[in-house]
């Protein structure tokens, strides 16, 4: 049977911006979409969506509409983020803000941002060092339903990927766990060792 909440969080889902900014209080859209489909997290707290999709969501769910919350922060045109590159170190800690993917590079190696893909969530500037990135007009034609939805596909496809990685390192570490564990059971001098660190421990 479908889970009438799901559906739900999936047409709440479907009028929001997609920015993944987590100005909301929650990470990325699709848990605030959630959040209000439980009837947990109220219409209101989406900056980038702005009156108009307080309105879409009031008109979807029969709610009343709501003035934007202050404390998720204020409506504004959206934008890009932009590196400059020549102050850019190479970091990578942009890359790993970026809810969707966005910017590309490598350790010690300049950045950039795929200008077409940035939501304009505004992650990554707080994260930089060295204060190189810059924020730019987003182009009208980028704030539609087409760039939403690749937005919100890349955010999906970059969190599972997240959470594979993290079961891999963890299956690792397990891993790597039995084999210490199994050379110190048949190594006389590291079982020694492994008892004498045990006794020093607290």
Known sequence: MSDPIAILADRIDALLPQTQCEQ?????????????????????????????????????????????????????????????????????????????????????????????????????????????IELVPMPTEQIDQAHADVARAHFQRRETRLVRDHAEREAELARRKISVDTATSTNPVLAALARAKAKRSP
């Open 24 to 132: 909301c209080g929650y990470h990325g859209c699709r848990p605030y979409a959630e959040a209000i489909a439980r009837g947990e997290a109220a219409i209101n707290r989406c900056p980038p969506g702005g009156a108009a999709g307080i309105a879409k969501l009031a008109d979807l769910l029969g709610r009343p509409r709501l003035p934007l919350d202050p404390d998720c922060g204020i409506e504004k045109p959206r934008l890009l983020a932009r590196i400059v590159e020549d102050d850019c170190i190479g970091c990578t800690k942009c890359i790993q803000a970026c809810p969707v993917d966005a910017i590309i590079g490598a350790s010690k190696l300049m950045h950039t941002v795929l200008a077409d893909d940035c939501t304009g969530c505004e992650l990554c500037v707080p994260a930089c060092p060295v204060d190189c």
